[in-house]
């Protein structure tokens, strides 16, 4: 069974787009993150959500709006998508604050979105 | 400058040798993490670590509060552990991770 899965595993959309990316932990974990990987693999969180509330949120444009329904999902969705936006974006999750590996993070897979 | 610095950004070793990678940050943090990244993309947590040294397998993680230091060892390379590996430091209490830049590792034959 796959601890961290995200779909789709690959994303070609065109500039002003509306997209989603879903994932799901069957983890039992408290905590889900986003991070947007560029294109020189540099990895940097967008946002994060523990038990379904918002605790991260990077200077990230609000065309994407992360909702997480419950604490085993946390979808992202974008907004008049933009060449800008092409990258690949990883959803992790941790089992949050208190307990005691609180931060090792579990990955999914990734999902490279390209905006053409 | 990047909170988080690792060294080199590219590693080329034969297979056996032993390699070393390295990362220095900046920051107070409460934990370092060490992740790899296969040529396929996906992410693997390797080591968390807070104080001292950590070993699983071939793998020695080290730390060094003060200095502000950590490095990867892999003893016996072989050529499938050819990634990035990836420092990641956290701050704070809110979970957030910043990662360096990455090391690229080939192994050869």
């Known amino acids: 069974d796959t601890a961290v899965s995200q779909t789709p595993k690959y994303l070609v959309t065109q500039m002003g787009n509306d997209k989603s990316i879903k994932c799901e932990q069957n983890l039992g974990h408290d905590t889900m993150y986003w991070y947007k990987q560029d294109s020189k693999k540099f990895l940097k969180i967008m946002f994060s959500?523990?038990?379904?509330?918002?605790?991260i949120n990077e200077t990230v444009p609000n065309r994407f709006s992360p909702k997480s329904p419950d604490k085993a999902h946390l979808n992202l969705h974008i907004n008049s998508l933009e060449l800008g936006d092409s990258a690949v974006y990883f959803c992790?999750?941790?089992?949050?604050?208190?307990?005691?590996?609180?931060?090792?993070?579990?990955f999914g897979q990734g999902t490279r979105l390209t905006v053409v | 400058k990047n909170e988080v610095e690792q060294s080199p950004q590219n590693l080329t070793a034969q297979e056996g040798e032993f390699i070393t990678i390295n990362c220095s940050y900046s920051v107070g943090i409460s934990a370092l993490h060490w992740l790899q990244q296969h040529p396929g993309g996906g992410i693997v947590s390797l080591f968390m670590l807070s104080s001292g040294k950590k070993k699983h397998g071939r793998l020695i993680a080290t730390i060094n509060i003060q200095e502000k230091h950590s490095s990867l060892h892999i003893t016996a390379s072989h050529p499938r552990d050819s990634a990035v590996y990836i420092c990641?430091?956290?701050?704070?209490?809110?979970?957030?991770?910043?990662f360096g830049t990455g090391t690229r590792l080939q192994v050869t034959l």
């Open positions: 959500y523990n038990n379904k509330e918002l605790i």
């Open positions: 992790a999750s941790s089992q949050g604050p208190g307990r005691p590996r609180s931060t090792e993070a579990f």
């Open positions: 990641a430091v956290q701050t704070g209490t809110a979970s957030k991770l910043t």
